[in-house]
């Protein structure tokens, strides 16, 4: 397809991703938030080993997440804070991911993930309703290779599940969180799944999530999903009355995941215990490994207690603009800048 066509063909999701963003702003600074900019080049993209930074020279790399900084402004006395930024990953191309992708990210400073929960709520109301769609959305749903158009209610209360709950009723594991590495490919293989023979904890989990999981979740509305094992909530804080879990949920619509929040860890010598095992993980794997951030760990001893979340902005305009791919809600693909 030419060009033009390909963007005559685009501009109606275009025009409503403007009206999305002018409006999901507009909700922010009502709400009290302090829209903030931070660093997109940083010494210390983060640890986590399923993430790749893309060099950006000097040393530094583009951020795959606003995290780090966001966190230090809380540490530093700003309370309620939203960022719009671009973030960078490598290795992400496809129908749902792109290397260079729009994150809406914010703290809430003493709030709650139920506040969380309420904020993405209100958020997707407010986005369908800038695209003239509310209260539904015509969500193209991925069935083994083929969409079919369903119709996914957006208003009202979002369904709430746990990861335990999912994997009892999906694919009849009975998950703890401290399995060891033997013992989750064992659950994962009479559950259906295949899985390699030296598979780490933290693959067989993905496997089994994304196999039998993940496509039916948020299919008649969208789905938080809360309480996720320890093991993969390296920057989450322990449940108190659970410490095989961590306070996290993410929010799925259309089998399609959109948002990821913690419960912030604000224990400095936990964080860098955590920081130097996936350190580990990451060398073990072959994959680059980056600068512990000391500034972060500093400012951790003096965050109070805060909630923060990361969504992904092109997916909420794919959710309420009824898109199947990503490319469809942005002016320029990677492939086509």
């Not at 902005?313 to 086509?336: H, T």
Request: contains cysteine; glycine residues 8%; aromatic residues 8%.
């Amino acid at each position: 397809m030419a060009e033009k066509d390909r963007l005559v063909a685009r501009t109606p999701a275009l025009i409503a991703r403007a009206a999305i963003m002018r409006a999901v702003r507009g909700h922010f600074e009502a709400q009290g938030f302090l829209e903030v900019e931070t660093p997109a080049r940083v010494m210390s993209p983060g640890q986590e080993v399923h993430l790749e930074a893309i060099s950006a020279g000097d040393g530094r790399h583009l951020i795959t997440s606003p995290e780090y900084h966001m966190k230090r402004l809380v540490a530093g006395g700003l309370p309620r804070i939203v960022q719009f930024c671009r973030c960078f990953r490598a290795e992400e191309d496809g129908p749902f991911h792109q290397p260079e992708f729009t994150m809406v990210e914010w703290y809430r400073a003493g709030g709650t993930m139920d506040e969380l929960m309420r904020d993405c709520e209100a958020i997707v109301e407010v986005a369908a309703r800038a695209a003239g769609t509310w209260p539904t959305a015509h969500v193209p749903i991925n069935r083994r290779g083929k969409y079919s158009a369903e119709i996914l209610a957006l208003d009202g209360v979002f369904e709430r599940t746990t990861v335990r709950e999912l994997f009892r009723r999906h694919a009849g594991i009975e998950l703890r969180g401290d399995e060891s590495e033997a013992d989750m490919r064992g659950l994962a293989q009479r559950a259906g799944c295949q899985v390699g023979p030296d598979a780490a904890w933290d693959d067989v989990f993905y496997q089994v999530f994304l196999d039998r999981i993940e496509p039916r979740l948020g299919c008649a509305r969208p789905t938080f999903v809360l309480d996720w094992p320890a093991p993969l909530g390296a920057l989450a804080r322990r449940k108190s009355d659970d410490p095989l879990t961590v306070e996290r949920f993410e929010l799925y619509a259309g089998g399609l995941e959109l948002a990821n929040a913690f419960g912030e860890l604000t224990d400095p010598v936990e964080q860098r215990a955590r920081f130097i095992e996936e350190t580990e993980h990451r060398h073990k794997r072959g994959r680059a490994v980056y600068p512990i951030d000391e500034k972060l760990l500093e400012a951790l001893g003096h965050m109070p207690p805060t909630c923060g979340i990361a969504l992904g902005f092109d997916r909420l305009v794919m959710l309420v603009v009824g898109a199947s791919r990503i490319r469809e809600v942005l002016a320029f693909a990677n492939d086509e800048a």
